[in-house]
């Protein structure tokens, strides 16, 4: 009898449900969890979908452009890999399997502080993998000045300082599943930071330094000689204060929904944001984008560029690099057709007419 083929993964939420059947039940809930009851982590979703589109017809779409500007430099989409920690546990090949991902679409890789792979051999293993590197701020600064210069020499050419995890969220599904350790050796930095033996994910982020002020972000920002975002604004008085302290743009995210439950999901704390300091630094977001026509919206809405978080390691999960290449590439064609259908056949001309509440109940899945 022929084997029956396995159903086609079309959409992200494919790649959801497949990745669930491959994955073990701890790294599962590391991947999948949010904070407490998960408020957050469903409204990031449904935040999107509480969003109408208003689209605009006889434009003429026959030829689309989805680039953007970004920190001053042309990018040919407006997708960015997220920084998520650990990849190792999700696929052999971990980060590096992500960044042939990137290199193979163009997107640009934020790399973990707490990856499974050094920043080193990310860079020699996909030298051509556009790269930022995602800063955890340790106790011990001069841990984290190295770790700028390795940075800075191995071409990455931002550093995203994430400043919404001075304490690890309570992330329950992990504690039900009595997730997984890891060897700290497994994890370069961290070793290097002095970490040993078995540790969990709230183990390896008792590194992160509770402390840091808006001073520390000043002194990074003024030493460093890449440009530095914050990751982690859901205010604008906030944004206002990164302004005010030297950075080039800031990430409007709750991290996924994993560390303070029931804050505003970034489709709903954007716009605020991209009106005081959108024309001052460079503002993007993520959280919940899983169609071409979010992308749309956060455009929309006055980001310049959109950060995928978990539906890259569903990718990673099923198929490793070419999975993980197929999932930002699903939402590239979506972003095309969104493009074409909304009729704003270029990104960067999106405002925010093309976007209303929308009159339907809310799309919870
Ligand atoms: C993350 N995130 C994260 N952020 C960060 O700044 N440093 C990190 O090491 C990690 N680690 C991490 C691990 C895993 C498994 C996930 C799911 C997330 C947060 C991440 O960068 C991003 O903000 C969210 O994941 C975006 O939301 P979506 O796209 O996953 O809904
Ligand atoms: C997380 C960290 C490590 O969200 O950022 O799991």
Redesign the pocket.
């Known amino acids: 009898m022929p084997h029956a083929l396995p159903p086609r993964l079309v959409s992200l939420a494919d790649y959801e449900r497949a990745a669930s059947e491959v994955l073990d039940p701890g790294a599962l809930s ?1 991947i999948a969890g949010g904070a407490t009851d998960e408020v957050t982590l469903q409204d990031n979703v449904a935040a999107w979908r509480r969003l109408a589109l208003r689209p605009r017809i006889l434009v003429g779409v026959g030829r689309r452009d989805p680039s953007v500007e970004l920190l001053g430099v042309r990018r040919p989409h407006p997708l960015l890999i997220a920084p998520m ?1 650990f990849q190792g546990l999700v696929h052999g090949d971990g980060e590096i399997a992500t960044a042939r991902a990137a290199a193979a679409s163009s997107t640009i890789m934020c790399l ?1 502080t ?1 990856a499974t792979t050094s920043p080193e051999a990310l860079a020699e293993a996909v030298p051509d993998a556009p790269r930022w590197f995602q800063l955890y701020v340790f106790a011990d600064r001069g841990v984290s000045r190295d770790l700028v210069a390795r940075a800075v020499e191995h071409g990455y050419e931002a550093l995203v300082v ?1 400043v919404d ?1 001075p304490v690890f969220g309570l992330r329950e599904r992990e504690l039900r599943s009595g997730v997984g350790s890891a060897h700290a050796e497994r994890v370069p930095i961290a070793a290097a930071a002095g970490a040993s033996g078995a540790m969990t ?1 709230a183990g ?2 008792e590194l992160v330094d509770p402390d840091l002020r808006w001073s520390d972000i000043e002194q990074f920002a003024a030493e460093s000689s890449l440009p530095v975002l914050v990751k982690g604004i859901l205010t604008a008085e906030d944004a206002r204060r990164a302004v005010a302290h030297g950075v080039s743009g800031v990430i409007v995210s709750n ?2 929904g ?1 560390q303070l439950d029931t804050v505003l999901s970034g489709a709903d704390a954007l716009p605020a944001i991209a009106d005081a300091v959108g024309d001052q630094l460079d503002v993007l977001v993520d959280g919940g984008i899983r169609r071409g026509t979010d992308v749309v919206k956060a455009l929309a809405l006055g980001a310049r560029a959109v950060l995928i978080g978990r539906p890259v390691l569903w990718g990673l999960a099923v198929d490793g690099a070419p999975g993980a290449q197929r999932v930002i590439e699903t939402l590239l064609t979506e972003l095309d057709n969104a493009l074409a259908l909304a009729g704003s056949p270029q990104a960067s001309s999106l405002d925010a007419t093309f976007v209303t509440p929308a009159p339907w109940p809310d799309q919870r899945r």
């Open positions: 590391y920690a973990s707490l994430t995890l994910a390896f982020a991290h996924g994993r």
